[in-house]
């Protein structure tokens, strides 16, 4: 099994900061690709940035120089800096990550269970 728990949510007044944070664990013998999602009320869940193992990191327009999405690959973690915050970034964010459980299988997207964050005007 592969589980990825997110942390770090949380209520923030406008213009403030939070930190998310995603762990993979279980069975994993690689991580490409990870990245964070959100589900905004009303809205469907899109990127907000991905980062893959090596290459360039990619952001929503909406986000761009407020989010720095980074990775650690010994730890098996992502997270995501979030700066400057806005009414508008309220939503669920989720962690993802594809993964391959085995050097010969192919990988699967895995999703965590999301993180609650609000940004009060």
């Known amino acids: 099994q592969v589980q990825l728990a997110e942390s770090g949510g949380g209520l923030v007044q406008a213009g403030g900061s939070l930190r998310l944070s995603c762990a993979a664990s279980?069975?994993?013998?690689?991580?490409?690709?990870m990245g964070w999602y959100r589900q905004r009320p009303g809205k469907q869940r899109e990127l907000v940035a991905i980062i893959p193992t090596g290459g360039t990191t990619n952001y929503a327009d909406s986000v761009k120089g407020r989010f720095t999405i980074s990775r650690d690959n010994a730890k098996k973690t992502v997270s995501l800096q979030m700066n400057s915050l806005k009414p508008e970034d309220t939503g669920v964010y989720l962690c993802?990550?594809?993964?391959?459980?085995?050097?010969?299988?192919?990988?699967?997207?895995?999703w965590g269970q999301g993180t609650q964050v609000t940004v009060s005007s």
């Open positions: 993802s990550a594809d993964i391959s459980r085995t050097w010969s299988s192919g990988s699967q997207n895995y």
């Open positions: 279980g069975s994993i013998f690689r991580i490409n690709a």
